[in-house]
């Protein structure tokens, strides 16, 4: 969808699959062999909503909320709002039911 400065703002499906690619993210950065034996830690956070589309992208008060709960977050960490915890609970498929169902990762459902 876009970035602004060092963020990436992402589309997806469904919860189900951001929650999916955040977690593969967030494992795949923690299990990279960084330079120097340092650790990336990135922040991530997920909204479902229904943001306007138009020729530059998305506008709307839910992309401003994603970026609201994304800057919540602390590094390694992944954070949800309620309607995307939510949609997770409708659309994750087998074994991505509910945030305790993914060991490994922090996630946290947060309603804000």
Request: glycine share 14%; net charge negative; charged share 15%.
């Amino acid at each position: 969808m876009g970035t602004e400065g060092d963020s990436f703002f992402v589309v997806f499906e469904s919860a189900g699959d951001a929650v999916r690619c955040c977690v593969a993210a967030q494992r795949a950065l923690s299990a990279h062999d960084w330079p120097g034996g340092v650790a990336v830690r990135v922040r991530m956070g997920l909204h479902s909503g229904e943001p306007t589309r138009n020729e530059d992208g998305y506008i709307g008060l839910d992309v401003h909320r994603a970026a609201r709960i994304a800057a919540t977050a602390h590094g390694g960490q992944v954070v949800l709002s309620e309607a995307a915890a939510l949609g997770m609970q409708q659309t994750g498929g087998p074994g991505l039911t509910s945030p305790s169902s993914l060991p490994g990762t922090r996630l946290t459902a947060d309603p804000l």
